[in-house]
T-cell receptor
């Protein structure tokens, strides 16, 4: 079985500050990892993904994430956030069981 | 990137009636489509997985006779909520993937269902 833990349900941050959204996973097999963003009343948009290769993955909107196999983590980072980054962020893992397992989500709240 | 379209984006129906939500992959062939339900301020709950041309696989606790899923072609899947009740009101999201595990899963815009 696989599971995803997003420890922070909500992360408040000021505009232009750096942010890290944490994600830990558990799986008995190799995994593929994803971060999705959901804006209010919308579907999910892919931010970035790790399939193999370099453990540092760059995505859209200036986000990046680092896969750490020993710590089973895939934390999402952005060096300087904007008001428009306010949204719900979901970490997800795919370990070959046909679909994604999602974390509970982290609400990123960016204020001026 | 790939596009998945859902229709309608919002629908209101009367209790006891049925409503159909469509999910289309616009620029790729979706061998597998997924249907999720999302309650306010919560994560996505997988309802079922469907592969083109075969019966959907439902997650435990999801009533297959109430939530009918059809995946008749490589670009279209439908979710029909039968005999809808107010507790079925929710945000339903579909997603689609070309190929196998590891390929990106793309999500539709979601459909708000309100049963009155």
């Amino acid at each position: 079985a696989q599971s995803v833990t997003q420890l922070d349900s909500q992360v408040p941050v000021f505009e232009e500050a750096p942010v890290e959204l944490r994600c830990n996973y558990s799986s008995s097999v190799s995994v593929y990892l994803f971060w999705y963003v959901q804006y209010p009343n919308q579907g999910l948009q892919l931010l970035l993904k790790y399939l193999s290769g370099s453990t540092l993955v760059k995505g859209i909107n200036g986000f990046e994430a680092e896969f750490n196999k020993s710590q089973t983590s895939f934390h999402l980072r952005k060096p300087s956030v904007h008001i428009s980054d306010t949204a719900e962020y979901f970490c997800a893992v795919d370990s070959g069981y046909s679909t994604l397992t999602f974390g509970k989500g982290t609400m990123l709240l960016v204020s001026p | 990137g790939a596009v998945v379209s859902q229709h309608p984006s919002r629908v209101i129906c009367k209790s006891g009636t049925s409503v159909k939500i469509e999910c289309r992959s616009l620029d790729f062939q979706a061998t597998t489509m997924f249907w999720y339900r999302q309650f306010p301020k919560q994560s996505l709950m997988l309802m079922a997985t469907s592969n083109e041309g075969s019966k959907a696989t439902y997650e435990q606790g999801v009533e297959k006779d109430k939530f009918l899923i059809n995946h008749a072609s490589l670009t279209l899947s439908t979710l029909t909520v039968t005999s809808a009740h107010p507790e079925d009101s929710s945000f339903y999201i579909c997603s689609a993937r070309a190929g196998t595990s590891g390929n990106t899963i793309y999500f539709g815009e979601g459909s708000w269902l309100t049963v009155v």
